[in-house]
Nanobody, 116 residues
Framework: QVHLVESGGGLVQPGGSLRLSCAAS????????MGWYRQAPGKQRELVAT???????NYADSVKGRFTISRDNAKNTVYLQMNSLKPEDTAVYYC??????????WGQGTQVTVSS
C-alpha cells in the first residue's frame, strides 16, 4: 500500500505561480512512476505530468513550457511547479503513484483556483 499526501494548492491570480508537493509513504519501493492529474468541474480527470523512476517526464500539451514536474527520491516527494497560471488551470489536482504491480494510488486532491 502507498499513501500520498498533497499540499500547496490555493488561490492565485492569472500569471502567477504555485508549487504542489506530494509526499509518499508506505510501500514506496513498489512505485514505478509518479505524476499529477487534475479534474475541473464537469470534466473528466486528465493527466498533467508524470515522471518515471528513470527520470523520464511527460506533460500534457496544455501545460508544456509552464509546468515542471520533479522528484526528490530522498524525501519520497514529487513536486509540480506551475508558472504562468491561467484560469483554465483551475481544478482539483491529484497526486498519483503507479506501482510496478500496475496499481494506481491517489492522494486526496488539492484545489487550485486561478482567478483575479
Amino acid at each position: 500500500q502507498v499513501h500520498l499526501v498533497e499540499s500547496g494548492g490555493g488561490l492565485v491570480q492569472p500569471g502567477g505561480s504555485l508549487r504542489l508537493s506530494c509526499a509518499a509513504s508506505g510501500n514506496i519501493f513498489s512505485i514505478g512512476a509518479m505524476g499529477w492529474y487534475r479534474q475541473a468541474p464537469g470534466k473528466q480527470r486528465e493527466l498533467v505530468a508524470t515522471t518515471t523512476n528513470g527520470g523520464t517526464t511527460n506533460y500534457a500539451d496544455s501545460v508544456k513550457g509552464r509546468f515542471t514536474i520533479s522528484r526528490d527520491n530522498a524525501k519520497n516527494t514529487v513536486y509540480l511547479q506551475m508558472n504562468s497560471l491561467k484560469p483554465e488551470d483551475t481544478a482539483v489536482y491529484y497526486c498519483n503513484a503507479f506501482s510496478v504491480f500496475s496499481v494506481h494510488y491517489w492522494g486526496q486532491g488539492t484545489q487550485v483556483t486561478v482567478s483575479s
